[in-house]
Nanobody
Framework: QVQLVESGGGLVQAGGSLRLSCAAS????????MGWFRQAPGKEREFVAT????????LYVDSVKGRFAISRDNAKNTVYLQMNSLKPEDTAVYYC?????????????????????WGQGTQVTVSS
């Protein structure tokens, strides 16, 4: 079991940056594939980014490629989402999530159904 707490959301102008953090409890953080998802009002929760156990592999939804970067620090039990060049369409509640890992295929971890543990979410609002 792992507990996740996001932080770092807020209100920014278009073109600005935010760094989201997700702090995890427990001693087995390095055994989880981690992901970030977001949900805008009236929309389904969507995949944003995922990162493998060691951080060697990452995958992003097309709409954020080149702007967002996911990273993890296993010694600190923390995963990050650096968000640059923010756009109003990035406005959403952002969630970090942890998946028990049985596959080495990073593409598998774009699905919400693979994640067992979720944070409470942090609001990101981008104004124009």
């Amino acid at each position: 079991q792992v507990q996740l707490v996001e932080s770092g959301g807020g209100l920014v102008q278009a073109g600005g940056s935010l760094r989201l953090s997700c702090a995890a409890s427990g001693r087995t953080f390095s055994s989880y594939t981690m992901g970030w998802f977001r949900q805008a009002p009236g929309k389904e929760r969507e995949f944003v980014a995922t990162i493998s156990l060691s951080g060697s592999r990452t995958l992003y939804v097309d709409s954020v490629k080149g702007r967002f970067a996911i990273s993890r620090d296993n010694a600190k039990n923390t995963v990050y989402l650096q968000m640059n060049s923010l756009k109003p369409e990035d406005t959403a509640v952002y969630y970090c999530a942890a998946a028990e890992t049985y596959s080495n295929d990073i593409y598998y971890y774009t699905s919400v159904r693979l994640y067992s543990y979720w944070g409470q979410g942090t609001q990101v609002t981008v104004s124009s």
